[in-house]
């Protein structure tokens, strides 16, 4: 994983709030730190107060063998919540003056760390208070994948609505390559009662999206 930490995180004793911040398919923790762009844009929101000051991990989500979104499948997405329960917040909140409650945690990634972040985020709202999904949504014509996911949201509607501040979700318009599978799945939301918040910026499939993504998520967090 990279980390960052806000300015003056060094010269202060005080404990901030965490966004962990999850790559697409074919790419690893390098994606956000580099491409993403993620300490500028980090840095000049803060400097601006338009965003509260953070830690963000940026984590390799790649599960072994699983080939990116093409081996993608129930048991992938287990693996990756385990992965971030048992691993990374463990790590992080030991080595890193991090707030440990869920109002203080937050959960977002691009393509297919939009679907780790739908699987581990809405299976544990117990954990994560915001839920940012980028360019992403369940694959429409995989019933067998998508159809756990919508029961548990069936299910859990009520307490999705309660404990998640922010379903943020957001797409590079029409260009997008998961235009569809994120319309078919907000409208699935619907259906089901599950709150969400959407916002749409024309570039499709792409980093100049994603940070965009970024920019306007950082700053409805932990507010």
Known sequence: MYVYTPPGYDQSSAKYPVLYLLH??????????????????????????????????????????????????????????????????????????????????ALAGLSMGGLQTLYAGIKNTNLFAHLGVFSSGWFANNTTLSGPQYEFMKNNATTINTNLKHLWISMGGQQDIAFNNCKVMMAKFDELGVKYQYSEYAGGHTWPVWRHDLFMFAQVLFK
Request: net charge negative.
């Open 24 to 105: 697409g398919g074919g790419e690893d923790q390098r994606g956000w730190a580099t491409q993403g762009r993620t300490d500028l844009i980090l840095d000049n929101l803060i400097a601006e107060s338009k965003a509260k000051p953070m830690i963000i991990v940026m984590l390799d989500g790649n599960m072994g063998g699983a080939g990116g979104l093409a081996g993608f499948n129930e048991n992938v997405l287990r693996a990756f919540e385990n992965e971030l329960k048992l691993g990374a917040i463990p790590f992080v909140e030991s080595n890193f003056r991090a707030e440990t409650d869920a109002k203080n945690r």
